[in-house]
């Protein structure tokens, strides 16, 4: 017996969380790809402190969901597994983009700064949305998290600089020694980056937000 695996492309529903009212004042808009096992909904309430009149907050929510204990407990999103992982990332930047397209269209402004910040597991995602995507971002913030160790050379090119990370001085998910040679190897390929510390664990820091 033969079995084969094969793949087929179809339409799917997705969603994504917004925090404030898109208008003609709004000037900068913020794409905060969450963590593993959060919701847009919820996680984009850690942005209200940034969302004001001129600054719109865009959450997308990740493709794959699951219970988090049984089948009536908390629900969560993940951005992917290493199950079928390639056509995980080719999806996932292929829906980043479209919401790229469908907020960027709706506020119909060429002077829009965009800002992607990715947190935990959304800094991989942040990352390669910016390295293989197609859209345009001004500014990159990594909270928690590090770029994916597997992102192409030409991917590095398309990292607008400098490079922001946020990290907690108790956060025990981020390995110090693999934070400073990965920015390391940025810096030998031409990418700035700076580093901001807050006195926390593996969470948003808001007040540090604002300084930036």
């Keep these: 017996m033969t079995v084969t695996e094969h793949h087929i492309v179809v339409p799917r529903t997705a969603r ?34 940034v969302e004001d009149s001129s600054t719109l907050i865009i959450a997308p929510e990740g493709l794959s969901r699951m219970y988090l204990r049984n089948s009536a407990g908390t629900v969560g999103a993940s951005w992917m597994t290493r199950e079928d992982r390639l056509n995980e990332i080719e999806d996932y930047v292929r829906y980043l983009d479209a919401v790229h397209d469908e907020v960027m269209e709706a506020l119909r402004g060429e002077d829009i700064r965009v800002t992607t910040l990715g947190f935990s597991q959304g800094t991989a995602t942040a990352g390669r949305w910016i390295g293989l995507g197609r859209s345009l971002h001004h500014r990159c913030i990594l909270a928690g998290g590090l770029l994916p160790p597997d992102l192409p050379y030409e991917a590095y090119a398309r990292l607008p600089q400098p490079l922001t990370y946020i990290v907690g001085s108790n956060d025990p998910l981020i390995d110090r020694a693999a934070l400073e040679e990965q920015r390391t190897m940025l810096a030998s390929l ?14 948003i820091d808001v007040a540090t937000l604002l300084t930036l």
């Design 16 to 49: 994504y969380a917004m925090l404030g009212t898109p208008t003609a004042e709004t000037k900068s808009v913020w794409f905060v790809c969450h963590g593993y096992a959060q919701l847009a909904a919820r996680f984009i309430l850690e942005f209200e402190g």
């Design 190 to 203: 031409g990418v700035e980056s700076s580093l901001t510390e807050f006195e926390g664990g593996h969470a």
